[in-house]
């Protein structure tokens, strides 16, 4: 199982690591990435299992990072991808849905609704 | 408001002049005959023409040397407690530079410079910065405890693997030799032991918990950042607008300024000044 945590947030980084570590993934088998150009980048030359992305990024924002994702050709294109934002407006929700991502939660989140948001893609 | 020296003058005349009355009081007596019944009712006059006078100045407040006693006494008593709590700071001084700044209104609504500690942006973003890296180090503490706790949930688990060893041992020979009391106690004793690493590991796990907990809640760090960021964004466009709707879109070249314009003040010259400057130069005739 390998997953890919995206936020320009270092803390958010290391307390989303935390909570995939608790899941019982090794800290070697996740990657991290401040932000959307480097997320991307990651994901052309790695293959990961979940992506976590954080939406509001400098260079490239998560909604963009998920576009890039379900693009046509993306290796990632059916890749279970989770947004992990402080946009808590349903519009945003929508927006994010429309984009590609498999489920959205609002921060600040506690672990147990992280692992349930996570559960069913680690089970597969 | 004190009163002015003319006031206070002002009531000085007044009362030479009930003392003048008494002395004219003090004449009538002493002439037989006169029956003087305006006694009170200019004694009362006087003093209602005091109370009048002092009624009649704004901001004077009755605070007679009994009371100012008091209040004297009360000062001294608040500055003692005061002075026995811990952390009183003393700002009367601010107040007084309070009052000292009201008389150079002129500096005192002076912004402060453009320097780069007073760009406000620029203080927010560093604000932002310095609290990320400093949640960044909680974390490392934090990660550390995590990482130490860990090794004494394994270490309890070693300690608790041979304690088990130990009652199975002990079991077998109290149940060999069951006359020998010592195994039995210190079956009982290794048990107590095991409960013991038991205990502490569950202490520990509890800890790991609320480390946990506070991992969670260093989220604000984050959702704090961004609503910085939403002022500080803002604050950019603010400026945009602001500049926009400054900025001169005539093309024109600045104009150099006048420096002293008749009517601005002092600094101008008369034309008495200007002679006199041409006569100190020798310029002229």
Redesign the interface.
Known sequence: MKILIV?D????R??IG?VVQ?LGVKKEDFDEAEDGVVAWDLCQKNKYDVILTDW?MPNMNGLELVKHIRSEGSQHKKTPTLMIT?EGGKSEVITALKAGVNNYIV?????PTLKEKLAPFFKK | MSMTQEEIEALMNDTAVDAEENNVDDILADIDGIVDDSDDETNDESELNVDDILAGIDGIVDDSDEEETEDNTTEVNMDDILAGIDGIVDDEPETSSELDSQTTTEEAILPPSTSKEHKIVNQLNEVAEDTEEKASQIFDVLSYILDENEKVIKSNDVSREFIDSQIELLEKLSSKFPNIDIFQENIKKANEAKELTIQTTDIVNEENNKIFEAMEIMQYHDINRQKIERVMSVIKKLTQYLNGIFEDGSNKPEVQVAKHISGDGSETVNEEDIDNLISEFNIGN
């Open positions: 936020d947030s270092s803390t958010m290391r307390i935390n608790q509001n402080t921060k600040p989140f506690n672990a």
